[in-house]
């Protein structure tokens, strides 16, 4: 598993903004390439940045995987840390072990990820985050991380911000 910062090299795409009785309502659906099969991404600069972008200055940003094994999840971005992460994800929810959605005789999934699944359920596939003086409202310590569970494979995200300016 790696651990890095998302950044330039993401393809951004799908940009929209609506006006509606003073709210703005800006959209844009973020893609990605994983390169590993369980990997952690530092999301916060990215999506930071789409919030300056967005025009909005007070509201709420929401952030939503379009998959079922990619989790985001708030925490400290740091190396033991994200260790400690995956060691748990990984003893929580054993690769080897039996599960139903990995057997032929009861599914036709062929990735072998039923591991997938259920880590991105411990997880989460969505968060909203305040939005406050045109930036994302974080502790801090508090990062936006991106788990990929079941890579290297193309993801997308959606991303909604709705506030006023």
Known sequence: MSEKVA????????????????????????????????ELLNLTELLAERVRSSGVRQGIALVNS???????????????????????????????????????NFSDCDRLNADAHLRAMLLGHNLALQVHDGKLVLGQ????????????????????ILGTE
């Not at 795409?13 to 390439?33: C, I």
């Not at 508090?142 to 909604?160: C, K, T, W, Y």
């Open 141 to 160: 310590f508090q990062s936006v991380i991106l788990a990929e569970l079941d890579g290297p494979r193309d993801r997308a995200l959606q991303f909604q």
């Open 7 to 38: 950044g330039s090299a993401d393809v951004l795409n799908g940009e929209a903004a609506q006006h509606s009785n003073g709210l703005r309502l800006w959209g844009d659906t973020l893609t990605l390439s994983t390169r590993e099969r369980v």
């Open 66 to 104: 379009l998959h079922t094994t990619l989790a985001l999840f708030i925490n400290e971005f740091q190396p033991a840390l994200l260790d400690d992460i995956r060691h748990f994800l990984e003893q929580t929810v054993v690769r080897g072990q039996y599960y139903k959605h990995n057997d032929p």
